[in-house]
């Protein structure tokens, strides 16, 4: 998805499809050896807790390797049914938020449907649409001077011709909720505009994959709009990314209409038995989501002491403007010959003239930091200076 020159796609796939290059590539194609390569691409911690490792070196998992995991993972049902405070027959589990994606697409979107996509967003949303065989209908958001909020008017009429509106909240990349209320009011407008045209209400599709970050979700909402699909991932705030655990939460109805696609089996046993225990140990979350916000506020400070402010994040990363997409990727090429891999966006994204950090480890933040205190200097020398795009503001965005 990063269209940075570290990335390779893959012509038979959809053409917004592009797997992220491997550390071995990076290291390959920039000269840069394999073992100085940081990753703030994608949006992951630099180390799993500590009981992860210590459950999967013991191999503790309650049923041997050898056989395939329980096909309703009742255990880890049950502990994200507590977690999230919702039924167990609400929760569907997949490999990942990104396969519980795949899931609603192939439930929802049949071919030439249309799907609502606010941008900028998250990219698998078009990915999915595309390998349905689906249209996506982009709705550009609101301005950076007020958050990327969504365009509720602009997305409710687009919504008006659409089987899903995509959304997600904290929005990656922009890193911020939607208004208080305003998710709500949509839900709200989609169910009025539904039963005046005399047609279902499209499903919604409410991506929470950074919700951990804030402490409040909207999984409640489903009561009020029975075609919501929430979804949640042990990914980023549990810092479990390599296990590939996500899960859908919905009224049983529509998860009626998701179980069969999915596949048996795609949540191994260790992935299992450590996202169960790690459900179960909330200090642990707590502890990761304390440093997180701690080191991102250090970070963003360490931009903003270059000239390079970050706009205001809730998640695990920052977004940075450099003024236009030279600039961008000026500095996406000074470090990457560094080791550094940061998220970039492609001619005629929205966000073009930006580039994403995740909020690593103290040491790997400071030599970030460190690169762009080369960098920049010297790019002011090349390029005439240009104003750094507005920061996005975090003015009425509590969730």
Known sequence: MSPNPATTATPALPASYAWEATDEQVSERCGVPLSTIVRFDLNTSPAPPGFALRLLQAGAYGRPISEYPPS????????????????????LVGAGADEILDLVAKAFLPPGAGAVIPTPTYAMYSVLTEQRPARPIPVPRRSAANGYALDLPAVREAARDAAVVWLCSPNNPTGLPEPAGSISELLDGLLADAGADGRAAPVVVLDEAYAEFVGTSLVGLRTAYPRLVVVRTASKAYALAGLRVGFAIARREILAE????????????????????????????????????????????????????????????????????ERATAVDDGLLRR??????????????????FTVRAPAEDDRLVAAL?????????????LPHPAPLTAQETTP
């Open 339 to 356: 080791g550094l891999v940061p998220r970039t966006f492609g001619a005629g994204h929205p966000l073009a003239s930006y580039l994403r």
């Open 258 to 325: 998701v179980e069969p696609y999915r596949p048996p089996g795609s949540v191994s046993i260790p992935s299992v038995a450590v996202v169960t225990a790690a459900l179960r140990a909330p200090e642990v979350l707590r502890a990761n989501v304390a440093r997180v916000s701690a080191e991102r506020a250090r970070l963003a400070a360490a931009f903003a002491a270059l000239g390079a402010p970050a706009s205001p994040s809730v998640a695990n990363f920052l977004l940075v403007g450099f003024g236009d997409r």
């Open 373 to 385: 205190a080369e960098i920049l200097p010297a790019l002011a020398e090349i390029l005439p200076a």
């Open 72 to 91: 309703d993972y009742r255990g880890l049902v049950a502990a994200a049914a507590e977690t999230y405070g919702v039924g167990r027959d609400e929760l």
